[in-house]
């Protein structure tokens, strides 16, 4: 479990305990698949063998309601680009997720987002925090090009300060090369 | 708005208030040996009741050691002469000693001791400094330091660096202390505390400031921080990240790694924040300025030419000239103060070294065998090169002469070293 999802399953958690009328008022569905009323069953996914239908039914909680951002089932909950080694190319399995952040952002006036990048530890500190910038930028004219204006988005670099996952394999490694959006409400 | 002191709190002890750690101190190890110029015999000076451990002439013995130039003379069963006229030259030449170092500390009242000592010339009989210190029990380490100096550059004609000081960074499990030690490791204090990582500490030329990267505020930002009195100030704190601070020889300015302006690039600002000026341009990384002793250059790492190599700027501007050609990773330059040697890291099968290059020849000298080695910086006289590696999976600090030929970890159990700088 990283980081990041930690606040997100807790998020969750306590949206399950109980949900006010207040918060179900204040969440907007923009993805069209975030509602406070009428969702549908979610989570389970259900698949024919051998005809045999096997029917999934939503668990007690499972209705999301709150931060759109931190819906599960929304591309806004996805939070991390990961990059191949040496490379700071977006790839385009991210467009859907970086598409649902750029609208997020151009849909709230005061939403900001800070592109969080980072390295593996491999090389000098300061110039691992350079790559990380590099990866935050990418990421950042991304977002851009969607349309969000330079004065919702800070790029910063954690280079290889802060790992993920701070083994020194090849597997850690990619699971450092990555940039988080990080909203600055959150 | 970013309020994030709140939950991650600092504390930014001042050196003089901060108490003194109760850690294990750094080990001295010398791993390899060069052929030793100088023998010197350091005959322990006479004691006083009451004097603080180690021995002087041990830890001048250790200083003179580390450096590589010297070999010490055994002088166990030897007598211990503590005046120049009771040295029996013949007996210290039989066991092949150069020099004679002779000594005595007498207890004075209020807890002072009076050291005085003698560099005796062995061949020619002849004294080569004297000198008499009045010092508190606190002041034994540096005294002996002083006097390790003093031999070291009678003997070899170049100023000693033992008396200066370095500073590095300690992770222990998430906590992050920037400390400054003596040169050998010992008596370290924290300056800087924080649950946040820290990185790049660099003295200013006058060694009363220190420069470096903290992650508090969520980003990095730069800092300067008086080792005087603790008080510290942001220097650059622009949207983006702020990072990889390098003095000027005046002390007045810093050359900055800023990206306020998109990409990884070189800025110069005062001491105090104002007067920001970009010095590099382009859409690459550059980072990692150091200047020239003279501080007409600024050599900086790039990856403008399709890999990491070292460039040089002048420091009012214009083209850059790259400065390294081979390899696809040579990065974190340092230069030495005479301006001649530049130190980097470079990367070859994998494996991160020190390498020497020398300026005028292009000739290059890889000087460590370890792996992954970190971050080089020149001993304030030129002589040696402090850096960060990797030992039994955490960091540590070691130097290395510049033949390659001598090397000394200065290891402290259970922490992990990074980040070293060498200061005045």
């Known amino acids: 479990m990283n980081k990041i999802f930690l606040p997100v399953l807790l998020a969750l958690t306590l949206s399950a305990c109980g949900t006010?009328?207040?918060?179900?008022?204040?969440?907007?569905?923009?993805?069209?698949?975030?509602?406070?009323?009428?969702?549908?069953?979610?989570?389970?996914?259900?698949?024919?063998?051998?005809?045999?239908?096997?029917a999934g039914s939503a668990l007690p909680g499972d209705q999301y309601a709150g931060d759109p951002r931190k819906d599960p089932a929304s591309p806004l909950s996805k939070r991390s680009v990961f990059f191949d080694f040496d490379s700071y190319v977006v790839k385009s399995e991210y467009r859907p997720m970086l598409e649902a952040h750029a609208s997020y952002l151009q849909s709230k006036p005061d939403a900001r987002v800070i592109l969080q990048g980072n390295a593996d530890e491999r090389g000098s500190r300061e110039y691992n925090?350079?790559?990380?910038?590099?990866?935050?930028?990418?990421?950042?004219?991304?977002?851009?090009?969607l349309g969000v204006s330079d004065s919702k988005m800070e790029a910063i670099s954690f280079g290889e300060e802060k790992p993920r996952n701070e083994a020194s394999t090849e597997a850690a490694y990619a699971e450092n090369r990555r940039t988080d959006v990080v909203y600055a409400d959150e | 708005m970013l309020r994030v002191v709140l939950f991650f709190p600092l504390l930014c002890l001042a050196l003089l208030s901060a108490p003194f750690s109760a850690h294990a101190a750094m080990e001295i190890q010398v791993i390899g040996g060069a052929a030793s110029k100088f023998a010197v015999a350091m005959v322990p000076f006479q004691a006083a009741p009451g004097?603080?451990?180690?021995?002087?002439?041990?830890?001048?013995?250790?200083?003179?050691?580390?450096?590589?130039?010297?070999?010490?003379?055994?002088?166990?069963?030897?007598?211990?002469?503590?005046?120049?006229?009771?040295?029996n030259y013949g007996v210290w030449r039989g066991k092949g000693a150069d020099a004679v170092v002779i000594g005595q500390v007498t207890a004075l009242p209020g807890g002072r001791f009076e050291v005085r000592f003698y560099l005796l010339d062995a061949i020619k009989q002849t004294q080569l400094a004297a000198f008499r210190y009045t010092i508190t029990a606190a002041q034994w380490r540096a005294t002996a330091h002083q006097i390790a100096d003093i031999v070291y550059e009678k003997l070899t004609g170049i100023p000693g660096a033992f008396s200066s000081r370095i500073a590095y960074v300690q992770k222990q499990g998430q906590r992050f202390e920037l400390r400054v030690a003596d040169a050998?490791?010992?008596?370290?204090?924290?300056?800087?505390?924080?649950?946040?990582?820290?990185?790049?500490?660099?003295?200013?030329?006058?060694?009363?400031?220190?420069?470096?990267?903290s992650f508090e505020d969520k980003k990095p930002v730069v800092y300067v921080q008086s080792l005087r009195d603790g008080g510290r100030s942001k220097v650059a704190a622009f949207k983006g990240s702020n990072s990889a601070?390098?003095?000027?020889?005046?002390?007045?300015?810093?050359?900055?790694?800023?990206?306020?302006?998109?990409?990884?690039q070189i800025y110069l600002i005062n001491a105090d924040g104002s007067g920001l000026a970009r010095l590099t341009r382009g859409g690459n990384l550059d980072t990692e300025p150091v200047f020239s002793p003279d501080g007409q250059f600024i050599y900086f790492t790039s990856d403008r030419g399709g890999s990491a190599q070292i460039y040089r700027v002048a420091a009012s501007g214009g083209e850059p000239r790259r400065v390294t050609f081979s390899g696809s990773y040579n990065v974190s330059p340092a230069i030495s103060p005479d301006g001649r040697n530049l130190a980097y890291i470079s990367r070859e099968d994998g494996r991160f070294s020190v390498v020497l290059h020398e300026?005028?020849?292009?000739?290059?000298?890889?000087?460590?065998d370890s792996a992954r080695d970190?971050?080089?910086?020149?001993?304030?006289?030129?002589?040696?090169?402090?850096?960060?590696?990797?030992?039994?999976?955490?960091?540590?600090?070691?130097?290395v002469s510049l033949d390659g030929k001598t090397r000394t970890r200065l290891s402290e159990s259970g922490v992990d070293a990074r980040e070293p700088a060498w200061g005045p």
Do not use: C, H
């Open chain 2, 51 to 87: 004097q603080p451990e180690p021995a002087l002439a041990r830890i001048v013995g250790d200083d003179l050691e580390r450096s590589g130039q010297f070999r010490l003379v055994d002088t166990s069963g030897m007598q211990q002469p503590v005046s120049p006229a009771q040295v």
């Open chain 2, 359 to 368: 300026l005028a020849s292009g000739q290059t000298r890889v000087l460590t």
């Open chain 2, 245 to 264: 601070p390098a003095w000027a020889p005046d002390g007045r300015r810093l050359a900055v790694v800023l990206t306020r302006d998109q990409a990884s």
């Open chain 1, 129 to 145: 925090l350079a790559l990380g910038q590099k990866r935050a930028e990418a990421v950042r004219r991304a977002l851009a090009v």
């Open chain 1, 20 to 54: 006010t009328p207040d918060t179900q008022a204040t969440v907007e569905d923009r993805t069209g698949a975030t509602t406070t009323t009428a969702a549908p069953a979610r989570g389970v996914e259900s698949t024919g063998v051998d005809g045999a239908g096997v």
């Open chain 2, 374 to 399: 970190e971050s080089p910086s020149f001993a304030p006289n030129g002589q040696a090169v402090l850096y960060a590696t990797v030992q039994g999976g955490r960091g540590v600090l070691g130097t």
């Open chain 2, 184 to 213: 050998d490791g010992q008596n370290p204090r924290t300056v800087v505390r924080s649950s946040e990582p820290v990185i790049s500490p660099r003295f200013s030329p006058d060694g009363a400031r220190v420069a470096y990267v």
